[in-house]
């Protein structure tokens, strides 16, 4: 018996689908892999980050001709319209590090000296409380 779900139901099913084994990939990869991935997945123009925004820029798009005909309640097209603009704002302020992590997919860089041990910023160390 075939699926009865429309063909791009089944196409949004598989891309999530793809996203999870990307993810299991990513956890998984070396550094220089791990940033190519991230580099996919966060180049704004070509990469995934950017073409989530535009889908959900579409469903606001889509909610607000439905709202403003009553069929959806407004606070549906608001939410996808916050949504997107949230993508929209992560994916600005990500744009400013992809250089680092880019940085981290072409080949170790020889150095004269040892290479001194990362410190955590303050920014990611986290108390117990």
Known sequence: MSDPSPYSVQLAASVA???DQLTRHL???PPREAAQILGAVL???EG???????LVGAGSRFAQDHSQR???PPEVWLALGRAANELDS?????AEHTDAIQQLTGPPTPTSSPTPKPVASA???RRRR
């Open 70 to 72: 009553g069929i959806l």
């Open 48 to 54: 995934i980050l950017g073409r989530v925004t535009d």
């Open 90 to 94: 992560v994916g600005v302020d990500l």
């Open 43 to 45: 180049d704004y123009d």
């Open 123 to 125: 920014m990611v160390v």
């Open 17 to 19: 689908r793809q996203i």
């Open 27 to 29: 956890a998984q990869s």
